[in-house]
């Protein structure tokens, strides 16, 4: 079973992580996964930058991709999940992650597989955190939100299989992106933070002399 799955789906963990490997990987990417809980705002640029080069997104309305919806509107975005409210109110009511375990078979066996080592038979106890944690501290409400992550994930495999119509949708997140540049962001920065008018001056190079007003190389002169 694992080296029939390795041969289809793999995990690379990318060590020290920076622009030159973002470089490689960010524009190589077909789907975007941003699936922090709503309103932990753990949701930040990186998104941006896979929208930016034609990769759709999956994710919940947190963060970065609420203004990513906004702008590409419902159909070219992949959105699932509670929202804000709806984790406040299921906090108000109590949650308790066992409750959506027992009652989601998909979901039960595949947390007892992780607890009871069928995927590491070399230690069967291995992975036994993984599904206390996801059992007992879910801080994170993984498994109030995973119903609707996998449904979403179903349309996502369909959409995927009609290259047209993913193309189409790469396209508009493309053209959709440009909100997101740093021009307009600093912009927007300089008015209503900094409280300074931007300028479009072009500032010369470092190797550059930059070029004086007329009285002030008199006045060098005159030094």
Same mark, same amino acid.
């Given at each position: @079973?694992?080296?029939? &799955?390795?041969?289809? #789906?793999? !995990?690379?963990? =990318?060590?020290?992580?920076? +622009?030159?490997?973002?470089?490689?990987?960010?524009?190589?990417?077909?789907?975007?996964?941003?699936?922090?809980?709503?309103?932990?705002?753990?949701?930040?640029?990186?998104? @941006?930058?896979?929208? &930016?080069?034609?990769? #759709?997104? !999956?994710?919940? =309305?947190?963060?970065?991709? +609420?203004?990513?919806?906004?702008?590409?509107?419902?159909?070219?975005?992949?959105?699932?999940?509670?929202?804000?409210?709806?984790?406040?109110?299921?906090?108000?009511?109590?949650?308790?992650?066992?409750?959506?375990?027992?009652?989601?078979?998909?979901?039960?066996?595949?947390?007892?597989?992780?607890?009871?080592?069928?995927?590491?038979?070399?230690?069967?106890?291995?992975?036994?955190?993984?599904?206390?944690?996801?059992?007992?501290?879910?801080?994170?409400?993984?498994?109030?939100?995973?119903?609707?992550?996998?449904?979403?994930?179903?349309?996502?495999?369909?959409?995927?299989?009609?290259?047209?119509?993913?193309?189409?949708?790469?396209?508009?997140?493309?053209?959709?992106?440009?909100?997101?540049?740093?021009?307009?962001?600093?912009?927007?920065?300089?008015?209503?933070?900094?409280?300074?008018?931007?300028?479009?001056?072009?500032?010369?190079?470092?190797?550059?002399?930059?070029?004086?007003?007329?009285?002030?190389?008199?006045?060098?002169?005159?030094?």
């Amino acid at each position: @079973m694992i080296q029939s &799955l390795a041969k289809k #789906l793999k !995990i690379v963990f =990318l060590e020290n992580y920076r +622009v030159s490997l973002a470089e490689k990987v960010v524009p190589a990417t077909d789907l975007s996964e941003q699936i922090s809980l709503a309103g932990t705002e753990a949701s930040g640029t990186g998104n @941006m930058k896979f929208m &930016l080069n034609g990769a #759709l997104t !999956i994710g919940t =309305l947190d963060g970065a991709n +609420v203004e990513m919806k906004d702008e590409v509107g419902d159909d070219n975005i992949f959105i699932f999940g509670m929202t804000v409210d709806d984790v406040n109110k299921l906090h108000e009511k109590g949650y308790t992650s066992k409750d959506y375990y027992e009652k989601n078979p998909e979901l039960k066996q595949a947390i007892d597989q992780i607890k009871d080592g069928y995927f590491s038979p070399w230690d069967q106890d291995c992975f036994k955190d993984i599904a206390d944690a996801l059992l007992y501290h879910d801080r994170f409400c993984l498994l109030a939100d995973y119903e609707a992550y996998m449904e979403c994930q179903e349309r996502v495999s369909a959409l995927y299989k009609d290259p047209d119509a993913w193309s189409k949708k790469c396209l508009m997140n493309i053209a959709g992106s440009g909100k997101f540049s740093s021009d307009r962001t600093i912009e927007q920065y300089a008015r209503e933070i900094w409280g300074v008018e931007p300028t479009r001056t072009k500032l010369p190079a470092p190797h550059e002399v930059p070029l004086m007003p007329k009285d002030g190389a008199e006045q060098q002169k005159k030094k």
